[in-house]
């Protein structure tokens, strides 16, 4: 059974910067394509930023390019989200995410990803 714990958020002023992680459990049956989303109140669940486990690839969401980064450790099976340059309109719960191994090539549809962790909250404050 796959498990995802999410970590790392908090509160931060604007500007700020947040490292979240995300550390993965159990087998994920060749699926190699991490990301993470977020979900502000009353909106719907957004893609973050994506990176490959055993390759090098990683895509990011045009609202956060150039000031977030997704990098992973596999020997620690763990998936990190460096956030710099926090904005207010970054508030939200930030998810991780594994997609789904019958899914061919990458996405970044929430509905094609089949592990999710329980979400970590991250408010910047302005």
């Known amino acids: 059974q796959v498990q995802l714990v999410e970590s790392g958020g908090g509160l931060v002023q604007d500007g700020g910067s947040l490292r979240l992680s995300c550390a993965l459990s159990g087998r994920t049956f060749g699926s190699d394509w991490m990301a993470w989303f977020r979900q502000a109140p009353g909106k719907e669940r957004d893609f973050v930023a994506g990176?490959?486990?055993?390759?090098?690839?990683?895509y990011y969401a045009d609202s956060v390019k150039g000031r977030f980064t997704v990098s992973r450790d596999s020997a620690k099976s763990t998936m990190y989200l460096q956030m710099n340059s926090l904005k207010p309109e970054d508030t939200a719960v930030y998810y991780c995410a594994v997609q789904d191994p019958q899914i061919v090539g990458v996405t970044t549809i929430s509905r094609n990803f089949k592990y999710w962790g329980q979400g970590t909250q991250v408010t910047v404050s302005s």
């Open positions: 990176i490959s486990w055993r390759g090098s690839m990683t």
